[in-house]
C-alpha cells in the first residue's frame, strides 16, 4: 500500500520558517518526480515545488521563489520543504505528492499518490 505522510507543520508568526517533511513506503519512490502542493479553502490546490528523482532539477511557484527549498532523501524515500521568511499569505495545508519520473510536472493531475496534509498557519 502506498502511503505519504507528511509532518513538520505548525503555528509560526510571519518571518519564521518551517521544515515539512514526507515519509514515502509502499513503493520505490528514489524513480519519482516529488512535489508540495498547497490547498486553502474554497480554492484550488495550486502548486508549490517539484525535485526531479535525481535532486537534480527543481521548480518553484514564483510565489515561494528564493524563500522555500525542496530536497529529498532517497535513502530514506523522504522529500522535505525548508520554508523561511513565511508569510501569513503562505497559510495552508501543504500536500506531499509523488509519480512516476517526468519534468516538471507542475499540475496536480500530473501526481497519482498524495498524503492526507499538514497544516501551516502564519500569523501576522
Known amino acids: 500500500q502506498v502511503q505519504l505522510v507528511e509532518s513538520g507543520g505548525g503555528l509560526v508568526q510571519a518571518g519564521g520558517s518551517l521544515r515539512l517533511s514526507c515519509a514515502a513506503s509502499g513503493r520505490t519512490f528514489s524513480r519519482d518526480t516529488m512535489a508540495w502542493f498547497r490547498q486553502t479553502p474554497g480554492k484550488e490546490r495550486e502548486f508549490v515545488a517539484a525535485?526531479?528523482?535525481?535532486?537534480?532539477?527543481?521548480n518553484y511557484a514564483d510565489s515561494v521563489k528564493g524563500r522555500f527549498t525542496i530536497s529529498r532523501s532517497n535513502n530514506k524515500n523522504a522529500v522535505y520543504l525548508q520554508m523561511n521568511s513565511l508569510k501569513p499569505e503562505d497559510t495552508a495545508v501543504y500536500y506531499c505528492?509523488?509519480?512516476?519520473?517526468?519534468?516538471?510536472?507542475?499540475?496536480?493531475?500530473?501526481?497519482?499518490?498524495w498524503g492526507q496534509g499538514t497544516q501551516v498557519t502564519v500569523s501576522s
Open positions: 525535485i526531479y528523482w535525481s535532486g537534480g532539477l527543481t
Open positions: 505528492a509523488a509519480d512516476s519520473s517526468g519534468w516538471p510536472r507542475r499540475s496536480v493531475y500530473e501526481y497519482r499518490y
